[in-house]
């Protein structure tokens, strides 16, 4: 990753001295200059600056600018001799962007390959090699040549009914166009006998430099969708007998790349909070959840359009003459009615509430591809989630921006990973620009944020002295009495002596104290703890707090290299004053 803002530093073991630094680091340090390094940071990360410098390791650093302000780094040690280290540091909101752009990158790539699963094709421009492979062989190449033994293969098969479609597929690649679909009457790669072969891909550049084409080879005979004895021959998904996603998306692609049949409208439905179903009432429920949803969807969408799991709790949904968006309107509500109106019993007769979060899009009226009609659509359900979920949105030119607005604009939107699918160092940082930014963002709304997007079943926030429960979020939630039997486990001394210096445990399984704690392994049962991480730190106030981040269904061999994110959590956690919240 280039950026002008990475800091290199070398300073002296002993004395922390800055012996030579970047330009960058230099601006950064201004009137600083003879200051050693630790004096630049901040002072709670100060004194952990010889652990990180003996053991080499990478650490998350909080540093201040000549303003006081905060701002924090994940620096990267090494040293080559005894008196000199070498610091490297990238700030984390540039790791943020950096991730950002990439999955972004990622993304478009897993889109256009996702959308059918004949066969795939890559043309890698460095290293003059152009693949085409089965999607269900993956390591069989069909095709594996240069770009000019590809291009003879193509001349060869070129006649008066293909030569111009097979020219401007030549071109594409060649020139690295951005987006492509070419729809070849015949079989021009020699793989499959077909009437027409469908190319659709799309190009990667770096540095304004073609590097990369993908996409997708799908071939088709005239014959029509719609037909009984098609629908029947259609793979469906063994759970909810919908179709296949590769099913469904076959179908979106020939209805509109390829028969560009018009007054087609697909909608893409996601149920609101899926996981939590699945984290608080187990995988068995979650399959009763998605089951009934299904069977609600189909039952509205009946012959006039097909349906198909896109997803672990995504439906596409394709309408056929749907010309009429008021209709459109009075479906939708239907769907998310139905849902929201019913039910699913737990075994113990609890009652499950589903809520649908739908976005819509419309061809050729909105897009003249079914890419971008994706795109459209999943941009309104972005919408749904964002503006609360239980909702359905229907994209609409004058009131979302055209396409190319929403493309420009839709990685900055601010909102906490409605999607599910952020890093956990964007989560932070994306928690971090609230926090710092001053938006109103509520203690227990963090925490939701915390349990809901980093996969954790329980949080527990404790301050003060004796331990008061201020903040609880994620699944089994404790009740007064138990919390107030129990809490004082937290001043047990075989959990105590477990704190490093940076004040934070990890405990992959509480059996450990079994034998060796048998007070403080009954309180940990009695809460239902299997697994936990613990954060010490201090409010805005400097009074003492304790973040508990646990798994109660199984235990969790935690990843080590996410405990800095951990540590950075309980810095924004230090922003509130904890002793005036009440739970």
């Known amino acids: ?234 793979e469906r998904d063994y759970l909810t007998g919908v179709l296949t996603k590769a099913e469904i998306s076959n179908l979106a692609v020939n209805t509109v790349d390829v028969k560009k049949t018009g007054n087609v409208t697909i909608a893409i439905i996601d149920i609101d909070y899926f996981k939590k179903v699945n984290d608080v009432y187990g995988h068995m ?29 995504e439906f596409l949904v394709i309408f056929y003459d749907a010309y009429d968006m008021e209709t459109m309107r009075e479906r939708l509500r239907s769907i998310k009615n139905g849902v929201a109106s019913s039910f699913v019993k737990t075994q113990s007769g609890e009652d499950i509430s589903i809520t649908l979060s739908i976005g819509c899009a419309a061809y050729p009226k909105d897009a003249d591809n079914y890419e971008d009609l994706f795109f459209l659509a999943d941009f309104a359900l972005y919408r749904a989630k964002e503006k609360g979920r239980n909702r359905y949105i229907i994209y609409n030119r004058d009131k979302h921006g055209t396409l190319e607005d929403i493309r420009n604009n839709k990685m900055s939107v601010n909102t906490l990973n409605s999607r599910g699918n952020m890093s956990p160092a964007e989560l932070i940082c994306a928690m971090q620009d609230r926090v710092y930014t001053g938006q109103a963002y509520p203690l227990d709304e963090l925490l939701d944020d915390v349990a809901l997007n980093l996969n954790i079943q329980r949080v527990l926030l404790y301050v ?20 107030e039997a129990t809490r004082d486990y937290l001043t047990v001394p075989a959990l105590t002596k477990l704190y490093d210096e940076t004040g934070v445990v990890v405990v992959d399984n509480v059996r450990r104290f079994e034998s060796s704690s048998p007070t403080l392994y009954e309180k940990l049962k009695k809460q239902g703890i299997i697994s936990f991480v613990h954060v010490r730190f201090k409010d805005k106030n400097g009074v003492d707090a304790t973040l508990s981040l646990e798994f109660v269904k199984n235990s969790m061999t935690w990843n080590r290299t996410h405990l800095p994110y951990f540590r950075l959590l309980a810095k924004l956690l230090s922003e509130y004053d904890l002793g005036a919240q009440n739970l």
Request: net charge negative; hydrophobic share 35%.
């Open 464 to 483: 003060g002295h004796p331990r008061m429960l201020v903040g609880m979020a994620g699944a089994n939630r404790l009740s007064r009495d138990v919390v």
């Open 1 to 234: 990753m280039e950026s002008k803002n990475v800091y290199e530093v070398k300073i002296n073991r002993n004395t922390y001295d800055v012996i030579s630094a970047s330009t960058a680091f230099y601006a950064f340090i201004g009137s600083r200059l003879y200051s050693g390094f630790d004096k630049l940071m901040d002072p709670a990360d100060a004194g952990r600056l010889s652990e990180y410098i003996e053991t080499s390791r990478n650490a998350l650093l909080t540093m201040l600018t000549e303003e006081g302000e905060s701002k924090n780094y994940m620096a990267i040690f090494s040293s080559k001799d005894r008196a000199l280290v070498d610091i490297k540091m990238i700030p984390l909101d540039e790791i943020q962007e950096w991730e950002k752009q990439n999955r972004y990158q990622v993304d478009k790539k897993n889109n256009i390959l996702g959308l059918y699963g004949d066969y795939l094709f890559e043309y890698e421009v460095e290293a003059d090699n152009v693949r085409v492979y089965a999607v269900e062989h993956f390591e069989q190449n069909v095709l594996s040549m240069s770009f000019a033994e590809f291009e003879q293969k193509l001349r060869k098969r070129i006649d008066d009914k293909n030569a111009k479609e097979a020219e401007e597929l030549l071109a594409a690649l060649g020139s690295g166009k951005e987006y492509f679909t070419i729809n070849i009457p015949g079989d021009i790669l020699n793989i499959r006998e077909t009437e027409f072969t469908l190319l659709k891909g799309m190009s990667f550049y770096e540095d304004g430099q073609h590097i990369y084409s993908t996409g997708y080879v799908h071939f088709w005979n005239e014959r029509s969708v719609d037909s009984v004895e098609t629908k029947r021959a259609m």
């Open 285 to 313: 429920m979650g399959d009763e959840v998605l089951k009934r949803t299904a069977s609600i969807i189909q039952n509205e969408v009946r012959e006039d359009g097909l349906v198909g799991r896109f997803g672990g709790d």
